[in-house]
């Protein structure tokens, strides 16, 4: 019951704030090239569905950025467990990744698409670049978050390293890694959206920047809309994952692990 009455309110509240949007802008009498009602996207909204517009961009959308997740989160991981594991990886390759992670993605995503050319690969590598970096810290953390008295009894009951690793170091990581999974797939989407506004023949940032120069600007509101329900489900999925995964975590049974009793 508690979860339907929360639902119910959470509706109540954006149906309110989506008045007062639509009668702030028709009592002001703003532009509709500034800033649209939400009549006026909800209408962008319809037209681009039926036409069957948005689903074609919408999948190239979604392709990058799986593809992008899914390269970035291994490289992520395995970066991430090398300098964890290893000074000489700490010492040699980390300050380089930091240097690489500090240079502004918008800025590499031109060199990138002059690369990679203007297809889906160019936008895969923009959105693993861009969400690779979490995974990595979150996974050092993790790795190195493990009880020293925890290890200094497994290796005086004779534990090799890989046992070590497996049975406690990994274990006791995994809530860091699936926090830095969730931020990393949100990174992965605004990769693919960013190489989409340099050079795209699809995708959903393409049709943003097409739009803009129209002066579509319900239509781009649209899309935003869009984006804001396909980053939420993503990371709702990710978390979906990580409440069947890791139920002994405190944190996923205080996001919801337990079934309500109500």
């Not at 639509?22 to 209408?43: C, D, Q, Y």
């Not at 300098?83 to 990886?89: E, G, H, K, Q």
């Not at 860091?176 to 931020?183: D, M, R, S």
Request: with cysteine; hydrophobic share 55%.
């Amino acid at each position: 019951m508690n979860t339907v009455r929360n639902f119910l309110l959470r509706l109540v509240f954006i149906v309110l704030l989506l008045g007062l949007w639509e009668a702030a802008v028709r009592l002001l009498e703003i532009p509709a090239f500034l800033l649209p009602t939400p009549s006026a996207v909800g209408m962008a909204l319809y037209r681009g569905t039926v036409t069957g517009l948005y689903q074609e961009h919408i999948g190239v959308t979604l392709m990058e950025t799986a593809f992008g997740f899914i390269f970035g989160s291994l490289g992520g991981l395995l970066l991430g467990t090398c300098v964890a594991l290893s000074r000489r990886f700490d010492y040699f390759i980390y300050p380089i990744v930091v240097m690489f992670q500090a240079m502004p993605k918008v800025a590499l995503a031109p060199l990138i698409i002059v690369w990679f050319g203007l297809g889906m690969t160019s936008k895969v590598v923009n959105s693993a670049l861009v969400c690779f970096f979490p995974l990595m810290i979150n996974t050092i953390v993790g790795l190195r978050s493990a009880d020293e008295d925890r290890i200094s009894l497994m290796r005086s009951l004779a534990a090799t390293p890989i046992q070590i690793f497996t049975m406690l170091r990994v274990p006791n990581a995994l809530p860091y890694i699936f926090a830095g999974l969730e931020i990393a797939m949100i990174f992965a989407l605004i990769g693919a959206i960013v190489g989409e506004f340099v050079g795209a023949q699809a995708g959903l940032g393409m049709l943003i920047q097409s739009m803009n120069f129209t002066m579509d600007v319900a239509g781009q509101f649209s899309i935003l809309l869009i984006l804001s329900v396909v980053g939420l489900v993503l990371n709702m999925s990710v978390t979906l994952v990580r409440k069947r995964l890791l139920f002994w975590d405190p944190a996923s049974r205080q996001a919801g692990i337990r079934p309500d009793k109500n």
